[in-house]
Each structure stands twice: as structure tokens, then as C-alpha cells.
């Protein structure tokens, strides 16, 4: 049962247009959500994140949106670099849960290209 | 130290030795975390511990697999009788507390031959 999906295994944008990357989830307990960018070889390092009583927060060139009603959320990369070129993952988890484990999407492979 | 630290970060074993794998997490987190990622997947929740306890540990995939926490720092997780499906790259990651913002390791990479 998945319920953190990322239906897209890769995107391919041109440097300095944006990068939409989407995620879906399944369980409406779930009440904070990360994104998480993966270079190969290396550890997942955190991006941003959004707690389910705002809709939208930014930092830099980096947005994340939640619609909650929806269950989906989106990271925005604007304007994207060839350096953000990453797999980068959604996760979600539900803070006053027994556990907080954060639940993992696939991951998105994002290449921003010159 | 400043980040999550584990070791090895690279690990060939023969099929049906054991394997142990080692956590450092950052200062002053309570909370640790154990994923892996296999070739091609997502990463995959493993076990959680709040200090020294590992009140989840429903990822772990057979009782081959084993974690322990002591004085609320350093984790190991233990791999007994390896298999091939165990090669993957073993993430740590330490929090705060539980529910904040999580930060991984650079991984274990693993491979059973």
C-alpha cells in the first residue's frame, strides 16, 4: 500500500523555467510534509517542508504548495538550475502519531538541462 | 560530530555471513531512524527509536534483521545470514524529536555477493 506517490519518474526542464515536481497521498492523518533531494552517493539531504495548517511555503528559489482537500502537494523550483539536477522525494508523516516515521514517494529524477 | 555519521560506508559480504552496521547521530537527538533503498525503489522505512526504545519496528523485513540503541546515541543494526535481496544502501537519520524535521546520513552501501 503506497501512500506517498510520486507518478512521475523523471522530469527533464530547461535551466531557468520552473520545475514542477507532484506528489500524491493516500492517508489523511498525515499532517506534515517534507521534500527531500538525493544527489547520487550521497544521503537524502532536507529541502522544505509544510505543515497541513498552511498551504504553501517558500524559501529561495524553493516552494512547496499542499492542497489538503486535494491530497496532493507540489515543490517548485524556480528558476531551476543545472545544479538542482537530483532525485528528489516527497514524505509524509503524522506528527502526534505513535511514531512520526516519515513515509517516502519514490522519488522524482529531476535533470535541468544548460 | 555535525552531521549523522555511518560506517561502513561500503560493505561487500558473502552471502549468508553477517553484517553490522553502525549509526552516529547528530548531538542531542532523541529520535534515530533506519531506511534502506534498494536499486531502483523508494526508500524504505526500516525501524524508529526514541531514545534507547524502538517503539516501530514494523519495517524491519525478517527477523534476520535486528537495531539496537544504547545511551540514546550511537545504532546498529545487525543483518544476520545475508542475502543477495539485502544489498541496498542503509540510511540513518536522526531527528531532534520525533515528528521534526529528519537528517540523514551519507548510507552504507551494502552488497551480498
Known amino acids: 500500500d503506497q501512500q506517498v506517490k510520486q507518478n512521475s519518474p523523471s522530469l527533464s526542464v530547461q535551466e531557468g523555467r520552473i520545475s514542477i515536481l507532484n506528489c500524491d497521498y493516500t492517508?489523511?492523518?498525515?499532517?506534515?510534509f517534507l521534500w527531500y533531494k538525493k544527489y547520487p552517493a550521497e544521503g537524502p539531504t532536507f529541502l522544505i517542508s509544510?505543515?497541513?495548517?498552511?498551504d504553501k511555503n517558500e524559501d529561495g528559489r524553493f516552494t512547496v504548495f499542499l492542497n489538503k482537500s486535494a491530497k496532493h502537494l507540489s515543490l517548485h523550483i524556480v528558476p531551476s538550475q543545472p545544479g538542482d539536477s537530483a532525485v528528489y522525494f516527497c514524505?509524509?508523516?503524522?506528527?502526534?502519531?505513535?511514531?512520526?516515521?516519515?513515509?517516502f514517494g519514490t522519488g522524482t529524477l529531476l535533470a535541468v538541462q544548460p | 560530530g555535525a552531521g549523522v555519521s555511518q560506517s561502513p560506508s561500503n560493505k561487500v559480504t558473502e552471502k549468508g555471513k553477517d553484517v553490522e552496521l553502525r549509526c552516529d547521530p547528530i548531538?542531542?537527538?532523541?529520535?534515530l531512524y533506519w531506511y534502506r533503498q534498494s536499486l531502483g525503489q523508494g526508500l524504505e522505512f526500516l525501524i524508529y527509536?526514541?531514545?534507547?526504545?524502538?517503539?516501530?519496528k514494523s519495517g524491519l523485513p525478517s527477523d534476520r534483521f535486528s537495531a539496537e540503541r544504547t545511551g540514546g546515541s550511537v545504532s546498529t543494526l545487525t543483518i544476520q545470514r545475508t542475502q543477495q535481496e539485502d544489498s541496498a544502501v542503509y540510511l540513518c537519520?536522526?531527528?531532534?524529536?520525533?515528528?521534526?524535521?529528519?537528517?540523514f546520513g551519507e548510507g552504507s552501501w551494502l552488497t551480498v555477493v
Open positions: 537519520a536522526s531527528s531532534l524529536w520525533a515528528g521534526n524535521t529528519i537528517y
Open positions: 492517508n489523511s492523518m498525515f499532517d506534515y
Open positions: 509544510i505543515s497541513s495548517i498552511k
Open positions: 514524505a509524509a508523516s503524522r506528527r502526534g502519531g505513535a511514531t512520526n516515521k516519515l513515509i
Open positions: 548531538s542531542g537527538h532523541t529520535a
Open positions: 527509536f526514541q531514545g534507547n526504545s524502538a517503539p516501530d
